[in-house]
């Protein structure tokens, strides 16, 4: 088996590397070769300054011999040259071919990739050692994602996605999509797909906004309901093809539980720690907040496009233990982590000193003076002993885990819907 790693062929403008290497895919197999598996979209770093949008690779398996490979590796390039944007500048592809035992050893090259920037010279000397073949067009950046793609650890591809193309001259012009029958197909087969239709800011999701040759793509926790539910959306223009593609999407790949101190910019981590000072809001409806875990502070940021759930970060008050996730960015003010999820944990108490009532008559007493006890206006009598009452105040906020709202969902981040269906849906069916 023949691992084909494609990544860096769309920019800004156009292009998507899941559609160049679809089309990869159906060249070769007009050429007689045959796919040995679905065609793997991974995602890696979020944080990648270099990433186009959803810095995601490709993976293609195809049954080959060793005899084959000259063939193979003509008809991937010159599809890549046909497609990507090489006028681009930042669009500097790559291409990695490795037998499946070989890709094993680029396992760790996979991990580190959703975690870290790699170089692309460590990965070319690391491919030169295996005696693993690549193709490098322009500065060849891409073969970065290229070969953390072919070393995917196929245990961590979850979530399928079903992605359909448009015909060319529809390109950079409006998509056509009926949103009521996303509604529908969201409604019918919510227990199996997620990130259809962002309820709150009531915004079909299963379309991209770049002028890019994807039409719509339906996630889900089964190849059958990722194409099922792409066959449930009514479009208004013609769709050139689709492919369903098995992904590391939605799976929390990207996150690293980590003490504040051995937190690093550009990295997705998970962090335990306690509510240090009370939020803010900043104008424009930015939260913020900070915690602190013993070895340092970070402020979580919670942006306005998160919605609603920045009501969860702004009811925070000193003392209440949280569970972040997000990732870190340093800003002039220190490190700041962006939430994507929040688990509040453990809630403060928040108290407030009333006066007591009388022992005698039941009325609410007067304070004669900070600790200097109260006295009854009825019954004329004085305590300077008495203590004022503590009342509980109710919290706006509960013990739970709390998600952004679907629009601001990164690709790796797992809804928290998912959490369950996935757990019975793999042991049903296993
Ligand atoms: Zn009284």
Same mark, same amino acid.
């Given at each position: 088996?023949?691992?084909?790693?494609?990544?860096?062929?769309?920019?800004?403008?156009?292009?998507c590397t899941t559609y160049?290497a679809a089309?990869?895919?159906? +060249?070769?197999?007009?050429?007689?070769?045959?796919?040995?598996?679905l065609p793997w979209l991974?995602r890696?770093?979020?944080?990648?300054?270099?990433?186009?949008r959803g810095?995601a690779?490709v993976?293609?398996?195809?049954?080959?011999?060793?005899?084959?490979? /000259?063939?193979?590796?003509?008809?991937?390039?010159?599809?890549?040259?046909?497609?990507?944007?090489?006028?681009?500048?930042?669009?500097?592809?790559?291409?990695?071919?490795?037998?499946?035992?070989?890709?094993?050893?680029?396992? +760790?090259?996979?991990?580190?990739?959703?975690?870290?920037?790699?170089?692309?010279?460590?990965?070319?000397?690391?491919?030169?050692?295996?005696?693993?073949?690549?193709?490098?067009?322009?500065?060849?950046?891409?073969?970065?994602?290229?070969?953390?793609?072919?070393?995917?650890?196929?245990?961590?591809?979850?979530t399928f996605e079903a992605i359909a193309y448009r015909?060319?001259?529809?390109?950079?012009?409006?998509r056509?999509v009926?949103?009521?029958?996303v509604?529908?197909m969201d409604?019918?087969l919510?227990?199996?797909t997620f990130d259809n239709y962002?309820?709150?800011?009531? +915004?079909v999701r299963i379309t991209p906004h770049t002028?890019c040759p994807v039409l719509a793509g339906v996630r889900a926790?089964?190849p059958?309901h990722a194409e099922k539910g792409l066959g449930m959306v009514?479009f208004?223009?013609?769709i050139e093809f689709h492919v369903v593609f098995k992904t590391?999407q939605a799976?929390?790949?990207?996150?690293?539980?980590?003490?504040?101190?051995?937190? &690093?910019?550009?990295? $997705?981590?998970?962090?335990?720690?306690?509510?240090?000072?009370?939020?803010?809001?900043?104008?424009?409806?930015?939260?913020?907040?900070?915690?602190?875990?013993?070895?340092?502070?970070?402020?979580?940021?919670?942006?306005?496009?998160? /919605?609603?759930?920045?009501?969860?970060?702004?009811?925070?008050?000193?003392?209440?233990?949280?569970?972040?996730?997000?990732?870190?960015?340093?800003?002039?003010?220190?490190?700041?982590?962006?939430?994507?999820?929040?688990?509040?944990?453990?809630?403060?108490?928040?108290?407030?000193?009333?006066?007591?009532?009388?022992?005698?008559?039941?009325?609410?007493?007067?304070?004669?003076?900070? /600790?200097?006890?109260?006295?009854?206006?009825?019954?004329?009598?004085?305590?300077?002993?008495?203590?004022?009452?503590?009342?509980?105040?109710?919290?706006?906020?509960?013990?739970?885990?709390?998600?952004?709202?679907v629009?601001?969902r990164?690709h790796?981040?797992?809804?928290?819907?998912? &959490?369950? $269906?996935?757990?019975?849906?793999?042991?049903?069916?296993?």
């Amino acid at each position: 088996m023949l691992r084909i790693g494609i990544d860096d062929t769309d920019s800004k403008r156009t292009m998507c590397t899941t559609y160049v290497a679809a089309q990869a895919l159906r +060249e070769l197999e007009k050429n007689g070769y045959r796919g040995a598996d679905l065609p793997w979209l991974i995602r890696l770093n979020p944080n990648c300054p270099y990433k186009t949008r959803g810095n995601a690779a490709v993976c293609l398996t195809i049954q080959a011999k060793p005899e084959d490979l /000259g063939r193979i590796e003509e008809i991937v390039v010159s599809v890549v040259k046909k497609w990507a944007d090489l006028e681009s500048e930042g669009t500097d592809p790559g291409i990695v071919y490795a037998w499946a035992e070989q890709a094993e050893h680029l396992r +760790e090259t996979y991990w580190r990739a959703l975690w870290e920037i790699l170089d692309p010279k460590e990965i070319r000397s690391r491919c030169d050692s295996l005696g693993i073949r690549y193709v490098q067009m322009k500065e060849g950046r891409g073969i970065v994602g290229a070969a953390a793609a072919v070393g995917a650890d196929p245990e961590s591809l979850k979530t399928f996605e079903a992605i359909a193309y448009r015909v060319p001259e529809m390109w950079g012009r409006e998509r056509l999509v009926d949103e009521q029958s996303v509604l529908e197909m969201d409604g019918s087969l919510a227990l199996y797909t997620f990130d259809n239709y962002d309820y709150e800011k009531r +915004e079909v999701r299963i379309t991209p906004h770049t002028p890019c040759p994807v039409l719509a793509g339906v996630r889900a926790i089964t190849p059958e309901h990722a194409e099922k539910g792409l066959g449930m959306v009514r479009f208004y223009e013609p769709i050139e093809f689709h492919v369903v593609f098995k992904t590391n999407q939605a799976g929390d790949l990207h996150y690293i539980p980590a003490r504040i101190s051995d937190m &690093k910019p550009n990295t $997705s981590y998970i962090v335990t720690g306690v509510v240090s000072s009370p939020p803010t809001i900043i104008p424009g409806g930015h939260v913020f907040v900070k915690i602190s875990d013993g070895t340092g502070e970070v402020t979580l940021a919670a942006y306005e496009p998160t /919605g609603s759930f920045r009501r969860v970060v702004q009811n925070l008050v000193v003392g209440d233990e949280v569970l972040a996730y997000g990732a870190v960015k340093l800003k002039p003010s220190g490190p700041t982590l962006n939430l994507e999820k929040l688990a509040v944990t453990r809630l403060a108490r928040v108290t407030v000193k009333a006066a007591p009532p009388c022992d005698i008559c039941g009325r609410r007493m007067k304070s004669m003076g900070q /600790g200097k006890g109260y006295r009854c206006e009825k019954c004329g009598i004085k305590r300077p002993d008495k203590e004022p009452l503590v009342v509980d105040l109710e919290r706006k906020v509960s013990v739970g885990v709390y998600e952004v709202c679907v629009s601001a969902r990164r690709h790796l981040a797992m809804p928290l819907k998912l &959490k369950s $269906s996935l757990r019975h849906y793999q042991h049903g069916q296993c």
